[in-house]
């Protein structure tokens, strides 16, 4: 409605000026338009803030009559003021802006006064509002403070509108200044250009004046040569008058030879001018023709040349990126097929040691299976004996003399019980312990004879003082043979290429001989392991067996309690006793002293492995130093002989 008001104000205005019925004067721009738009879009907001504050209002209007009368006397001069005088604006924005602040102040006004006007509480309402007047009357913003902060709004928005027209108009001159200036360099172009064609043309007149000037000269000189002859045939001729008259046709055909002479100079000139026109016209064509081409010839050669450059960069990175796929998969490969290696020769020494574990479990369950078969052996010897006994003094045939002999065998079976086992246990540890541990312990561990092919070790084979002795006596009796036979080879020059490959195979074999010694003290160790861990497992079935038979155990005889300790076997597999026994109520005290024994004996057992198999480690530690110290002597020889034998040979 602010735009329809202010488009009939300025129509208003045109119509009393120009004097036409329906003309009206068109906006310069769209941002006119938007300012009438910003003033109706004022218009909104006062309205909805009188709305937000309209109790305020009602509330005040006791105290705010005079303000409201002097309010309602400015409203008819407000509204007639809108219709000033004819104005003499030379400009249409000047006469835009004083109708939009004259349009924005009658609106404001009008609005004020109607909404004043209108009564929107009754008395009652106004009673009980009345009450907290001055708590409300904090609680409202001042309509006057809005409608300055919306003015200041608008102002605002007119000056940036303002400075983006002016910045617009800017550009637009400085376009204007730019095509200004390319036209003016154009035109400077065309004058440098003519200028040059004029320049040009002046070369041309002032060659063709020179040639004139020449042909001029040419011509006077002909002319000076014609007039000498012409007097020399005139005084030849007054000469012949003197004979003769003078005869009139001559000079007649001399001036007609004249006239066509001269005819046919002027023709030739101006043949020549034309020639030089048409070479002058026809180089410039060519030359410019010639500076078009090379030209283009640039162009073509410059992307020529790019395009060159672009199909070898792409070429090259082909390349290059197939190089990278081919490097990619040929890593690739080698990684699998490296990994595949890796798991044929994991699979296989899984499998080696899966057979080797098991060979040495065959081995094991073997040795036991035999010990168990002579323990029985030994105990059906021992049950026999001891029948034989009790059955010959039962009879009374026992002599007194071979009392003190059977002592032993007459003794308690707690006592026997106790002796036998510790004898077992003795031999088995002795039968166990290898080289090292026996090393450890020389003075309290006698050597024992081996009774199975794995118990062999070094000390069993090393040789004795006596075959020592006599080794040493052979030696110094063969001495200076043998001084000479190990003398001869060396002394001479050629043969020792050969001693020194014997020395070199010599090394080899004993490097071969301590790295089989080195595997088979590997071997040793996790036999070793192995039987421990049958140990401790044979030690918990023995004490099961124990938990669960011992009642049962109390009706056998001595001999078959002790088999069953040591062994652990069920009473399936033995033979029933042919004599009762007193049972017992309790376990006796030898026999727990006996087990605490074995316990003792099984951790000093441990011990003595761990400490075996800490030597085994430190020995294997030094004998691998020596090998890489023999390998590398052994090289360094290799060496030598090579170098030696590249001599002899040349």
């Known amino acids: 409605m602010a735009s329809e008001f202010a488009v009939s104000e300025v129509f208003s205005h045109k119509k009393s000026h120009s004097g036409t019925s329906s003309l009206a004067v068109p906006l310069q721009s769209s941002d006119q338009l938007g300012d009438h738009d910003d003033a109706y879009s004022e218009a909104q907001a006062l309205l909805g803030d009188w709305l937000s504050s309209k109790l305020r209002l009602e509330l005040e209007m006791d105290e705010e009559d005079d303000l409201m009368c002097s309010t309602e006397g400015r409203g008819p001069a407000a509204l007639a003021s809108p219709q000033p005088t004819t104005l003499n604006y030379d400009n249409f924005d000047d006469l835009y802006n004083c109708l939009a602040e004259e349009e924005e102040h009658i609106a404001v006004n009008t609005f004020l006064q109607d909404l004043m006007e209108q009564e929107v509480l009754d008395s009652g309402m106004m009673e009980e509002l009345a009450l907290d007047v001055g708590q409300t009357r904090k609680k409202f913003r001042d309509p006057v403070v809005t409608m300055e902060a919306r003015h200041k709004q608008v102002r605002e928005n007119r000056a940036r509108r303002e400075a983006e027209r002016q910045r617009q108009q800017r550009e637009s001159k400085a376009q204007q200044d730019a095509k200004e200036e390319a036209k003016r360099r154009e035109r400077e172009e065309e004058t440098r250009k003519k200028q040059e064609a004029r320049r040009q043309e002046e070369m041309v007149q002032q060659e063709m004046v020179r040639l004139r000037r020449q042909m001029e000269e040419r011509r006077g000189l002909e002319q000076l ?182 002592q032993p065998i007459i003794a308690p079976p707690e006592a026997s019980n106790q002796t036998e086992t510790t004898e077992r246990e003795g031999h088995y540890r002795s039968d166990t312990l290898t080289p090292d541990a026996s090393a450890v312990y020389p003075d309290k561990m006698p050597l024992a004879h081996p009774t199975q092919a794995w118990q062999v070790t070094r000390r069993h084979v090393a040789p004795t003082a006596a075959e020592l002795h006599g080794t040493r006596q052979r030696g110094e009796g063969s001495g200076p043979v043998c001084s000479k036979s190990t003398v001869s080879p060396g002394s001479r020059y050629e043969n020792r290429h050969a001693a020194q490959q014997q020395i070199i195979m010599q090394q080899r074999k004993l490097l071969k001989e301590q790295q089989e010694q080195i595997v088979q003290l590997k071997e ?127």
């Open 524 to 650: 040793e160790q996790s036999m070793m392991g192995l039987e421990l861990e049958m140990e401790k497992t044979a030690q918990v079935s023995q004490l099961l067996t124990q938990g669960g038979l011992r009642p049962k155990s109390h009706n056998l005889d001595p001999t078959e309690q002790r088999a069953l300790r040591v062994t652990g076997e069920p009473d399936s597999q033995r033979t029933p006793p042919r004599k009762a026994v007193t049972r017992q109520t309790c376990p006796h005290p030898i026999i727990t002293a006996m087990e605490a024994r074995a316990r003792q004996r099984t951790e000093r057992r441990k011990e003595i492995e761990e400490l075996k198999r800490k030597k085994e480690e430190e020995k294997l530690v030094r004998d691998c130093k020596v090998l890489c110290k023999i390998a590398a002597n052994c090289n360094c020889l290799t060496k030598k002989c090579n170098q030696r034998s590249e001599l002899f040979a040349g």
């Open 225 to 406: 040569v014609r007039q000498r002859e012409r007097e020399r045939v005139e005084g030849q001729r007054a000469a012949k008058s003197l004979w003769s008259a003078p005869t009139v046709s001559t000079k007649q055909k001399q001036q007609d030879t004249e006239r066509k002479l001269y005819k046919e100079q002027k023709i030739q000139t101006m043949v020549h001018m034309s020639n030089l026109k048409c070479l002058q016209r026809n180089f410039s064509g060519w030359f410019s023709v010639v500076l078009d081409r090379r030209l283009r010839m640039g162009k073509a050669m410059a992307l020529c040349d790019w395009k060159r450059k672009l199909r070898v960069w792409r070429a090259w990175q082909i390349v290059v990126w197939a190089g990278q796929k081919q490097r990619e998969v040929v890593r690739t490969e080698e990684e699998l097929r490296t990994k595949n290696r890796q798991c044929q020769l994991a699979v296989e020494s899984d499998r080696r040691r899966l057979l080797r574990r098991c060979l040495n479990e065959w081995h094991l369950w073997c040795r036991m299976e035999r010990e168990q078969r002579e323990l029985l052996a030994q105990q059906q010897e021992t049950r026999r004996k001891m029948a034989a006994l009790i059955n010959a003094a039962s009879t009374g045939k026992l002599k007194t003399t071979a009392t003190p002999a059977y």
